[in-house]
């Protein structure tokens, strides 16, 4: 199995900066798109970003311009860059991957346990 493990989340306030990081372990054999999701109470969870193995990235409307993926495939992590936060940006940030495990080799959807951040004065 893989296991992806948040870390970085937080109180911040509006106009601050976090940084979160998501680190996959476990029996791998190949990572294809890593990504951040989040959600808010009451509402469904929802894509923010996502980095492919290749590099591209694809982002919500609402953090464009404001957050930044990145990824470091030698240790499999992504990163998630969040400037200029903003009260609506307050949710759990849940860590994706899509990999396949040796024992398999097929192709699963893999989440965090998810961070908290949240975004007030």
């Known amino acids: 199995q893989v296991q992806l493990v948040e870390s970085g989340g937080g109180l911040v306030q509006p106009g601050g900066s976090l940084r979160l990081s998501c680190a996959a372990s476990?029996?791998?054999?190949?990572?294809?798109?890593m990504g951040w999701y989040r959600q808010a109470p009451g509402q469904q969870r929802e894509l923010v970003a996502t980095?492919?193995?290749?590099?591209?990235?694809n982002y919500a409307d609402s953090v464009k311009g404001r957050f930044t993926i990145s990824r470091d495939n030698a240790k499999n992590t992504v990163y998630l860059q969040m400037n200029s936060l903003k009260p609506e940006d307050t949710a759990v940030y849940y860590c994706?991957?899509?990999?396949?495990?040796?024992?398999?080799?097929?192709?699963?959807?893999?989440w965090g346990q998810g961070a908290q951040v949240t975004v007030s004065s």
């Open positions: 994706y991957a899509r990999a396949a495990v040796r024992t398999t080799l097929r192709w699963d959807d893999f």
């Open positions: 980095a492919s193995g290749g590099g591209a990235t």
């Open positions: 476990g029996s791998i054999f190949s990572i294809n798109a």
